[in-house]
């Protein structure tokens, strides 16, 4: 009996002779039950699959189980002109919001300028335990979100970063039809013993030349193939060296507007602006822009 192998994951490894780590995720249902809460069109759908396993790459790497990552895209002139993903323990949400006409006007495969104008990504992490929040933001330049990411990581962290995601429409025409995404990340770990030079800032470094060669070769189809087990992927890519894996970490959809949530927001605002809010029966709508979700709630006394 055929085993399928685990989707909605993010799976960590290790090249430790190689000072290198990485994280490899596929999107399966998750990602089909974030996109199913609006009717986006296919290239808005891959583009908010593509930030969807970006931010489950970036999130996984939060050591604080309780911490937040946030990606979120600021633009000017392009077809979209809202982004946001986020990711905490393993609960992942996302919304993009874009211009259907000009949308329209685009190609098939619109470039990232087209779809983003000048726009710029905002990595965000909160830490849940310290109280500490680190913001990072970069152009986004390139040809794609992973390219965009490359440049936080050099430009923010000064690491050496590879990044590469696949996304695929699976299972052909009809009910069975659906995307899969996926992506990995690889970084080069700085030694950072004292009156040494750290490896972090020396892109030309031989250990990680060749553990960015073997990752670049990697393609968007082995990234997307839901029958490729991470593991056997990463195996893969680096056969030639010494590849630690930790347990892998399950990703889910979860957005956080529950009822009770909603309330507490509300009646922490004064009573006029609930008032100013409220519609002509004196009941107040709240949207959620993630899930579509509506909750109604009276002004007074909500």
């Not at 790459?57 to 189980?65: F, I, Q, R, S, V």
């Not at 109280?131 to 050099?154: K, M, N, T």
């Not at 069975?176 to 996926?182: E, F, Q, V």
Request: hydrophobic share 40%; glycine share 10%.
């Amino acid at each position: 009996m055929m085993v399928t192998p685990p989707i909605d994951t993010v799976l960590a490894f290790t090249l430790p002779d190689r000072h290198a780590r990485g994280r490899v995720v596929r999107l399966g249902p998750t990602l089909a039950t974030i996109l199913s809460a609006h009717g986006y069109p296919p290239v808005i759908e891959r583009v908010l699959a593509e930030a969807l396993v970006l931010t489950a790459l970036l999130g996984a790497t939060l050591k604080d189980k309780e911490g937040q990552l946030t990606v979120q895209a600021q633009t000017k002139g392009g077809a979209i002109d809202l982004l946001v993903c986020d990711y905490r323990g393993g609960e992942m949400r996302g919304y993009l919001r874009h211009d259907p006409d000009r949308l329209a006007e685009l190609p098939e495969q619109p470039s990232l300028f087209a779809l983003f104008g000048k726009g710029y990504l905002a990595v965000t992490f909160d830490q849940a335990v310290t109280g500490e929040r680190y913001q990072g933001i970069v152009p986004l330049e390139g040809a794609s979100l992973a390219d965009a990411a490359e440049s936080y990581f050099a430009q923010s962290e000064q690491i050496p970063s590879l990044v590469r995601i696949g996304v695929e429409r699976r299972g052909g025409a009809g009910s069975g039809d659906a995307l899969i995404a996926g992506g990995i990340m690889i970084q080069h770990l700085p030694e950072g013993e004292e009156g040494r030079e750290r490896l972090h800032t020396r892109l030309d470094h031989p250990e990680w030349g060749h553990v960015a060669a073997l990752g670049r070769t990697v393609t968007g189809g082995e990234l997307a193939d839901p029958a490729l087990p991470l593991e056997t992927l990463v195996w893969r890519l680096f056969n030639e060296d010494e590849v630690r894996t930790l347990p892998g970490v399950a990703l889910s959809r979860g957005c956080r507007c529950d009822p009770d949530h909603v309330r507490s927001v509300i009646t922490q605002m004064p009573e006029e602006d609930r008032l100013a809010m409220a519609d002509e029966a004196g009941l107040v709508h709240v949207d959620c822009a993630f899930c579509a979700s509506r909750f109604t709630l009276e002004a007074i006394g909500a």
